[in-house]
Structures are given as C-alpha cells and as structure tokens.
C-alpha cells in the first residue's frame, strides 16, 4: 500500500498538497438528494476505496469528480484545479482524470492498438508514431503487449477491461477513478484485473475506486470510505473500516457482504469480520 497522504491517525494530509479535494458535495435528481454533504481529501499517491449498498451515492460520487455529472453544490478540486469552477475548461481538466467504468465501452470496429490511439491523437495532439508507442507500452503494462491487432469481439471481458485500464492510462492522468470494474466480470476473470490495479498501486497512482472487492480494498487501500444515504458513515484505514469498524451501520453492512454473522450493536472485531 501507499503511505502517501497518511498520518499515524489514518487521514489525509492538508488541502495545499491534495490531488483531490472534495467540499460539501451535494447532488439531487430532482426531488431525490443522492449526496448529501461529502467532504473528501486524497493525497498524491493515495488509494481510497469506496464501498457501500447499492443506491448509496458511490457511483455517483465518482462520477462528479471529472464531472460526468454537475454537482448541486459544493467543489471538486483536482490537482488545483477546481472542477466545479463555472470557468473551468473542463475537457482540458479532465485530461489529468481517468476513468474506467463497469462496462468497457471500447470501440468494436476498432483494433485494441486504435482504441488506445485514437483519443491521444484527437485530444492531445500526439502524431501516430508516438501515440503507438504510448498505448504499446500500457498494453505491455496491463499485460496485453500481443493483442494490439485484435478485435474486443476477440478478447474476453478481462481482456477487455483491462484494454479499457490502458486506454485511459495512455492519456497521463495524474488520477484515476474506478466505477466497480470487476462487476461486468466472470469470477474467474476478476483476479487479472484486480492485479493490474494492484501494480498501478504499488506504482504510486492516485485512485478512486468504488468497488465490492472488500479483500481488495483490505489490500490495497490507503483508506476506506464506507458511504450510506449519501453520507460519509465511516472512513480510515482498513484495518479500522473493514477490521474493526465502529459505526454500526459498517458493521451491518460488511456483515452481509462478508457473509460473517456479527452483531451490529456491538463493537466490530477483526475475528468476526475475517
């Protein structure tokens, strides 16, 4: 794991020196408020995992980062950068955010190697040449080297989803967002992805990652963030959220995830949740 951005106490270090910084993020669709006041620091180098029910606001969390969703209030800063700045250029500020979704949204008629050339070319402005040599090299970073002359329609949805991870690294984020990317996935096809993020990990990259993996997030987190109704409930190293989490509503739901029979009034033990 990254110890970048982590005091002894588990949390972040100051907003001067964040990659991201989150401030009373609220979001509604229309009459239903989906986040309801997120404060979030992630330090340079930082993993933080997301975890939570489904519906709780994780995704959506994730998706105003890079603002494929309009926050209904608050800030997203990036890098400096501040996202939900009316006058930010925010096409040129998502340059330094990637992201991989559940699905892998590759282009069909295109070969693996221009999936991963044709963004460079068009939004950054890299000739062919050079834009080859960046998706090779990520292709060989994911694990794929060989399959720059495939079609998806030729690789499983591992495959394809790393293909996706490669993509989005072959434009240099400085941050990278995950939107459950094993959940599309065979369970025999889940390990090879989860190792690749594992390497952009130990390589020192910022990310988000929602996710059900829990003993990924045990692994490979900085911290984690437990979300419910919107609201932060619990957030801390793992050992803390997944091993001995005190707020009984983490308890409640790690019990049912984990399958562990624990009792949510009582204080969590690292025995009972594994």
Known sequence: MSTAG??????????ADAAVQITDLHKSFGSVEVLRG????????????????????????LRCVN?????????????????????????????????????????SHLSVLDNLTIAQRRVLGRDRAEAERVARANLDRVGL???GSA???????????????????????????????????DPELVGDVLDVMRGLA???MTMLVVTHEIQFAREVADRVLFIDGG???ELGPPADVIGNPREPRTREFLARVLHKPVDPTSPGTPAALG
């Open 6 to 15: 982590r005091s002894a106490g588990g949390t972040s270090t100051g907003t």
């Open 38 to 61: 997120i404060d979030l620091t992630v330090a340079p180098g930082e993993v933080v995992c997301i975890i939570g029910p489904s519906g709780s606001g994780k995704s959506t969390l």
């Open 67 to 107: 603002l494929l969703e309009t926050p209904t209030s608050g800030s997203v800063v990036v890098e400096g950068r501040e996202m939900t700045d009316p006058d930010c250029e925010i096409d040129e500020a998502r340059r330094s955010v990637g992201m991989v979704f559940q699905s892998f949204n590759l282009f």
């Open 145 to 147: 080297g060989e399959r």
């Open 151 to 185: 079609q998806p329609s030729q690789l499983s949805g591992g495959q394809q989803q790393r293909v996706a991870i490669a993509r989005a690294l072959s434009m240099d984020p400085s941050v990278m967002l995950f939107d459950e990317p094993t959940s599309a996935l």
């Open 202 to 204: 130990r390589d020192g």
């Open 231 to 233: 609201l932060v409930v």
